[in-house]
């Protein structure tokens, strides 16, 4: 360890405060000296270059997720985002087709339309909100709740079950075992999933459960990062691209005059500040990255949030510019077999959160005093995106 302080000053240098505040700088500093680094803070090497980010996530067979020290399986056990090759296929195959373009079009394109606009326009009267809390958290929730087709479980319950899940993973990230609340918050909604699946009226999960690979409680932890995934990421997303646009005036007013834009703006918010900051694989052999001799069962991390202000690719990679030519080109989705599951629906919910906003609170500004920039060393959101209107 030593010997990688040495290899590696500017990682050995840098602190968990700085990767969960003001990451850039640091980031951008990594890149250009340390594309592949040693952080102590991490105990693990982190990536920040878009080529060699795209190298690791592609390639399972040398940097996998299916490592005992994988958070999220000790909480809600195996699934696809813990398992790689054949068993990782398993896990995962039964959900796709749902979740492709179509399907979701089909199921949820006038309902989330019509859900972002009662959301934002039970707010609209106030002539004032956070946008984070008011819009993109119950948006996301109520999304993903009706996604899945589960019973009994109002939004409210989901949304308590989720914070749970995540304090726990959270705990056991930091050494911690897993508490009560969220051994409690697997159950219930273990429970729920086995009702979802025995309901009469076709659901996602009771069509997952009929292809006949998965066992209730594979398909109940599958639900488990599906939800996580969903309510953390969809959030994130909206309650960035709001702050992104409010922070720039000129292009809100662009936006807002040509709707086909909402698109651009989405995909340069992604690729200015990913929802998911932060993914961890583990070699699975002896490999070299660049000047980084990494060992078999190294914890490798790609920071998402580097890559996509990679100048190798993006021209003035700290500017939101929504008339940028190549910002689908970011890695927020990931790439590779983990690449992410619902990216179509989490682009349709911040895309019918932005119209929403646009088109029921008129005269939209940021309250610069009350907001606050995207924070996060594993997911990056706005603590506050204070709005005024009217």
Request: proline share 6%; charged share 25%; hydrophobic share 45%.
């Amino acid at each position: 360890m030593t010997r990688r302080r040495r290899h590696f000053p500017v990682g050995a240098s840098i602190t968990l405060s700085q990767l969960e505040g003001d990451a850039h700088p640091v980031l951008a500093e990594l890149r250009a000296n340390e594309p592949v680094s040693w952080l102590p803070a991490l105990d693990a090497w982190l990536v920040t270059d878009r080529a060699t980010a795209l190298a690791v996530v592609r390639d399972a067979e040398t940097f996998t997720v299916d490592d005992p020290r994988f958070s999220t399986a000790q909480v809600v056990g195996p699934s696809m985002l813990s398992r790689d090759g054949a068993e990782h296929d398993r896990h995962r195959d039964p959900f796709v087709e749902p979740f492709r373009l179509r399907p979701i079009d089909d199921a949820l394109g006038a309902w989330l339309g019509d859900r972002a606009n009662h959301i934002v326009g039970a707010v609209s009267p106030r002539g004032r909100a956070e946008l984070r809390e008011a819009v993109a958290a119950p948006l996301a929730v109520d999304t993903i709740t009706e996604c899945l087709g589960l019973v009994d479980a109002d939004p409210e319950r989901v949304l308590g079950w989720y914070r749970a899940i995540v304090a726990a993973v959270v705990d056991v990230s930091n050494g911690l075992g897993v508490s009560r609340a969220g051994r409690d918050a697997v159950e219930g909604l273990l429970a729920t999933v086995e009702a979802t699946i025995g309901a009469s009226t076709a659901s996602l999960l009771s069509t997952a459960a009929a292809v006949g690979t998965l066992e209730t409680r594979e398909i109940h932890s599958n639900t488990a990062v599906i939800m996580f995934g969903a309510i953390e990421t969809a959030e994130a997303m909206i309650a960035n691209a709001l702050f992104h646009l409010l922070s720039h005036p000129d292009q809100l007013e662009e936006v807002a005059a040509d709707r086909s834009l909402v698109a651009d703006a989405v995909e340069e918010s992604l690729r200015l500040e990913p929802a998911a900051a932060l993914v961890d694989r583990y070699a699975t052999r002896d490999v070299v990255l660049g000047r980084a001799e990494i060992a078999a069962g190294d914890q490798v991390s790609v920071s998402l949030t580097g890559a996509n202000r990679d100048p190798a690719t993006f021209d003035e990679p700290d500017r939101f510019d929504i008339h940028r030519p190549n910002a689908h080109q970011h890695v927020a989705f990931v790439h590779g077999p983990h690449a992410c599951l619902g990216i179509h629906l989490a682009r349709k919910e911040a895309a019918a959160a932005i119209d929403a906003v646009l088109d029921l609170l008129p005269g939209l500004g940021l309250d610069t005093s009350a907001s606050a920039a995207p924070r996060g060393l594993l997911f990056r959101k706005p603590p506050a995106v204070t709005a005024t209107w009217g």
